[in-house]
T-cell receptor, first 116, second 107 residues
Framework: GAVVSQHPSWVICKSGTSVKIECRSL??????MFWYRQFPKQSLMLMAT?????????EQGVEKDKFLINHASLTLSTLTVTSAHPEDSSFYIC????????????FGPGTRLLVL | KNEVEQSPQNLTAQEGEFITINCSYS?????LHWLQQHPGGGIVSLFM???GKKKHGRLIATINIQEKHSSLHITASHPRDSAVYIC?????????FGAGTILRVKS
């Protein structure tokens, strides 16, 4: 079946640094990918929709200058958390739809970010 | 705005029991997904439904479009079924997620 990978799986960084998270569709092309954030004991919250070759669409309340998204190819989207702060510590998950009319959503394994 | 409600929030069952998790949503949707999230965080898509019923192994998912309600059933539950089960509805090209049901199956 289709697979979506994320790298890194976990990262610890100092406050003020930037962190890049990669999301790859391994055996299918994804013109659209989704980035989610999940706080402990809460469900996923959609942050933005990543569109290949064009600007990402951000959900209300998500700062686009804080969370930079680049979808440079049909198999790779990146999320960069710029000038990370402790409140950015969270679990970040990407997903990519496959099949006609988004028949199936494939989720990456997630990236756990801890900002000290 | 589409609201997605799941019940119960927490569920503890004995191995072998039949389990039902419910999901209700407020507006028309194009599809509904049932997802499974294990403690490590990885999410697996179990079903995508737009009507009727689907079955995969011991898992059964049903949806009633008129009543805006879906159920996920697990027959002969096993401790390895312990996970968070999330209902997500597709609204346009986006998914809106329920809060999840934490299932623990004891042996």
């Amino acid at each position: 079946g289709a697979v979506v990978s994320q790298h890194p799986s976990w990262v610890i960084c100092k406050s003020g640094t930037s962190v890049k998270i990669e999301c790859r569709s391994l055996d299918f092309q994804a013109t659209t990918m989704f980035w989610y954030r999940q706080f402990p004991k809460q469900s996923l919250m959609l942050m933005a929709t990543s569109n290949e070759g064009s600007k990402a669409t951000y959900e209300q309340g998500v700062e686009k200058d804080k969370f930079l998204i680049n979808h440079a190819s049909l198999t790779l989207s990146t999320l960069t958390v710029t000038s990370a702060h402790p409140e950015d510590s969270s679990f970040y998950i990407c997903s990519a739809p496959s099949g006609g009319a988004y028949q199936t959503q494939y989720f990456g394994p997630g990236t756990r970010l801890l900002v000290l | 705005k589409n609201e997605v409600e799941q019940s119960p929030q927490n569920l503890t069952a004995q191995e072998g029991e039949f389990i039902t998790i419910n999901c209700s949503y407020s507006v028309g949707i194009s599809a509904l997904h049932w997802l499974q999230q294990h403690p490590g965080g990885g999410i697996v898509s179990l079903f995508m439904l737009s009507s009727g019923k689907k079955k995969h192994g011991r898992l059964i998912a049903t949806i009633n479009i008129q009543e805006k309600h879906s159920s996920l059933h697990i027959t002969a539950s096993h401790p390895r079924d312990s996970a968070v089960y999330i209902c997500a509805v597709r609204y346009g090209n986006k998914l809106v997620f329920g809060a999840g049901t934490i299932l623990r199956v004891k042996s």
